[in-house]
């Protein structure tokens, strides 16, 4: 329960962290510098939604399961082989410039938003409903 929310609510955060590189980096999103911004979040959510629902939630139970060393480090680890999966893919497929070192820093990042969100998530579900039911609901 607490990770399918966490997919829905992380594509947001992904995205107000884009806002927020931009402000810090002087820059803008590269393909959609003039579009609204709900415009914007739609196509950041739509498009990173499916990664944190199909992927992100089967490699966080992987990841609590085993349960090593520090966690985040672990999200980050396997943002980066999503990352590097997906510049493999594009290789294949003819794109090698489409996923450039961006790769490398947004699938990690996306992985630890994820990480930061699931554990607000535990925090809040923890002080709402106290340690039993909240362990009890996964």
Known sequence: M?????????????????????????SRFTFFSEAPYLIRLFIVYWYSFPFFLFIGIPASIIIDKINRGMRWVNYAIAGG??????????????????????????????????????KSLEIIFTKAFGEHISSAIH
Do not use: H, Q, W
């Open 81 to 118: 082989i999503v990352g590097l999966v997906m510049k493999i893919i594009n290789i294949i497929e003819g794109y090698p410039i489409l996923y450039d070192l961006g790769t490398f820093i947004v699938y990690p990042g996306s992985s630890v938003i994820f990480y930061l969100s699931l």
């Open 2 to 26: 607490k990770r399918i929310i966490t997919s829905v609510i992380a594509p947001c955060i992904l995205y107000f962290s884009f806002l927020t590189f931009d402000a810090i980096a002087g």
